[in-house]
């Protein structure tokens, strides 16, 4: 890119810094860098402001009130969801059910699936890169349906085996569940074929978008699953706050993790009937605020430029993946061509955590340990990795700062 062109996008980003109020912390006498969005991004102005504006103007409880806050709110509410159905290019808005976030999602998956959908025998294919969050939820669906769990393992680079994965998509798939982006790697799975090919021997997909909805825009029925699912925090928005979205047919028939207040059509002693979707999955008060503040999130986010965004975030990510070449002595876990704004790394002489720490100590924010992947850290024999992950508003002055900073913690640990 030219530098004048650089220049001109170094003044957007900037503009784009001064809507998230938290970037301008200091900590002692240093100016905060953070560098662990894939944990949880910031939030703009904008989402900070929705949130306190319903608690000032609209809070009331929704869908079943008859008054002017209860429809206020409601509206309110209806409209985020209706935002987040255009943003992932769902058909309709009942396939859009709002949750606590991506853990809370895959949880409602398996254990509808393990009650409905899965058999002793049947085998659920995960791999090897996977968060706890969907590997877990499908080893407790296992002790309930006797299913067994198989996993498609990954390269030294940290993609996927797409040939081993072929093999291990057999007619005793009933279940592929697997991440879009890795957390800890940053590689971007190529995940269509895979879907395609499960789908063909007659299993359900799952796709874990945690990771890959604040990088690049994804349209769910391009991709393909059965199910995705992410988190609000992740993609700008609040805290507490998911989606799991459905194709209708296939959410029709997943039983209700959760029952209680709103998702009955009618309740008697013997029996009760549920409610449409997509209220029958939305047991109980929602979080509004934040279903709202995610919306306002989304809304924000497609005000910007995309590709401003991804380009920041492409300059970045090869930024950082010279700093830490640069370093004598570091190693980084996950070198696939394609990948979003993650480096993951590991020295030769000094514990991940002490690095982390040191880094802190100079108003750096980078994550360090296993990351919620502990096989994946298994398979690649390292106890943790430091791992640095970029938003399209950070800056490579702050890549200049945190590369000074790591070239003195990796003296004061040499
Ligand atoms: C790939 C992936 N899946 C699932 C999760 C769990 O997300 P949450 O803790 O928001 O439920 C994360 C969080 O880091 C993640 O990165």
């Known amino acids: 890119m030219s530098e004048e062109l650089n220049q001109l996008n170094a003044g957007e980003i900037q503009r784009i810094r001064e809507q998230f109020p938290i970037l301008e912390t200091r900590i002692g006498k240093n100016q905060l860098i953070y ?3 894939a944990a949880t991004s910031q939030k703009p102005d904008a989402v900070i402001k929705s949130i306190d504006s319903y608690y000032r103007s609209l809070n009331a409880n929704i869908h079943r009130g008859a008054h002017y806050l209860a429809d206020k709110g409601t509206a309110a509410f209806e409209s985020a ?10 058909k309709e808005s009942c396939e859009v059910i709002f949750t606590s976030g991506t ?4 949880n409602m998956i398996a254990a509808g699936l393990a009650q ?3 058999r002793k025998g049947d085998e659920i294919l995960l791999t090897e890169m996977e968060h706890h969050a969907n590997i877990v939820p499908w080893q407790m669906a296992c002790e309930r349906s006797g299913a067994e769990i198989r996993v498609i393992p990954i390269t030294d680079d940290g993609e996927l085996d797409l040939e081993a994965a072929e093999k291990l998509i057999t007619e005793k798939t009933r279940v592929l569940s697997l991440m879009h982006v890795s957390n800890a790697m940053g590689t971007i799975n190529r995940v269509q074929g895979l879907i395609q090919k499960a789908k063909a021997f007659g299993a359900l997909t799952v796709l874990d978008c945690a990771q890959s909805v604040a990088h690049f825009r994804l349209n769910v029925q391009e991709l393909g699953p059965d199910f995705a699912v992410f988190s609000g925090h992740k993609l700008l928005g609040p805290t507490g706050t998911g989606i799991l979205w459905g194709r209708k047919e296939v959410l ?9 207040g709103e998702m009955i059509k009618e309740v008697r002693f013997e029996k009760t009937t549920y409610n449409e979707l997509p209220f029958r999955l939305e047991a109980g008060t929602p979080h509004i605020a934040g279903g709202i503040g995610l919306g306002a999130a989304i809304e924000w986010l497609t005000q910007q430029d995309q590709s401003l965004l991804e380009n920041q975030e492409k300059v970045l990510l090869q930024r950082a993946t010279d700093i830490i070449q640069s370093q004598p002595g570091l190693r980084i876990i996950g070198t696939s061509a394609q990948k979003v704004s993650v480096v993951s790394f590991v020295s030769d002489k000094a514990h991940p955590s002490d690095i982390g720490t040191l880094l802190d100590q100079q108003g750096i ?20 990795t430091v791992r640095i992950s970029l938003a399209f508003y950070n800056t490579l002055e702050e890549l200049d700062s945190f590369e000074r900073s790591l070239a003195r913690v990796m003296g004061m640990l040499g």
Do not use: Y
Request: glycine share 12%; charged share 20%; with cysteine.
């Open 81 to 90: 969801r209706e935002k987040v159905r255009d943003f992932i290019g769902a």
């Open 103 to 106: 853990t809370a999602g895959i």
């Open 365 to 384: 924010a980078v994550r360090t340990g296993h990351h919620c992947c502990q096989p994946l850290m298994r398979r690649f024999q390292v106890p943790g």
């Open 116 to 118: 409905s959908w899965l």
């Open 35 to 37: 560098f662990d969005n």
């Open 252 to 260: 029709e028939n997943l039983p209700p993790f959760l029952g209680g």
